[in-house]
């Protein structure tokens, strides 16, 4: 099975723009939930879909935003982008919504912004 | 709130020697704790995860981790640490209930493997 795909993989804006990402989930996946990864703040939770509903946010402001669409696939858009916003955004997929159920990550879109 | 403690930032050990990688956590219920581990420039990999039964659990590359419900921590140990070992190691609790669930993770260890 082909693994999380995210695309594009490295992106380079300014601020005041928008951003959108894309994260295709491993096949047959439906839960996909995104992270911003900086050295920081470490890992912090901004959301996550099952079956094209937002289950559960993390604290961040109403610039990110998010959605699933019904082959499952995610985009996330930040607008307004914002220095602070330079980051790794992982995005992960699970086989289900249950707690004990692990997510496989994938390599990550690397965002920065000038 | 939930949250999850990694002590340490570095853990520098000899190839060939035990390791162990801490990590303590706090949730208001039963919970369900994971190892990852993110090498450079690559994305996150499941290690192993604890969700009920044996204390003990083993997951992948030799790793095992020791759940102690009374000292509520969930430490990562291997036997013989490996140069390919070093890497940044990240603890996780996950939250929530199946309205949704969000994974909380510790601020990552660094482990350094010297040969």
């Known amino acids: 099975k082909a693994g999380v795909t995210q695309t594009p993989r490295y992106l380079i804006k300014t601020r005041g723009q928008q951003v959108t990402l894309s994260c295709s989930p491993i096949?047959?996946?439906?839960?996909v939930s995104w992270y911003q990864q900086t050295p920081g703040q470490g890992l912090q939770f901004l959301f996550e879909?099952?079956?094209?509903?937002?289950?559960n946010k993390g604290n961040f402001p109403g610039r990110f935003s998010g959605r699933q669409f019904s082959n499952s696939r995610s985009e996330m858009n930040v607008s307004t982008l914002e220095l602070g916003d330079s980051a790794l955004y992982l995005c992960?997929?699970?086989?289900?919504?249950?707690?004990?159920?692990?997510?496989?990550f994938g390599p990550g879109t690397r965002l920065t912004v000038l | 709130a939930q949250s999850v403690a990694q002590p340490e930032d570095q853990v520098n050990v000899a190839e060939g020697n035990p390791l162990t990688v801490k990590c303590t956590y706090s949730?208001?219920?039963?919970?369900?704790l994971f190892w990852y581990v993110q090498y450079p420039n690559r994305g996150l990999q499941f290690l192993l995860k604890?969700?009920?039964?044996?204390?003990l659990v083993k997951g992948s590359y030799g790793f095992e981790a020791e759940f102690n419900k009374s000292q509520t921590s969930f430490h990562l140990k291997k036997p013989s640490a490996l140069v390919s070992d070093s890497a940044l190691y990240f603890c996780?609790?996950?939250?929530?209930?199946?309205?949704?669930?969000?994974?909380?993770f510790g601020a990552g260890t660094r482990l350094f493997v010297k040969a």
């Open positions: 879909y099952f079956s094209e509903t937002q289950r």
């Open positions: 949730v208001s219920g039963n919970p369900y």
């Open positions: 604890y969700i009920t039964g044996d204390n």
């Open positions: 992960a997929s699970s086989a289900g919504l249950a707690g004990g159920i692990e997510q496989f």
């Open positions: 996780a609790v996950r939250d929530g209930d199946t309205g949704g669930f969000k994974t909380i």
């Open positions: 096949s047959g996946h439906r839960s």
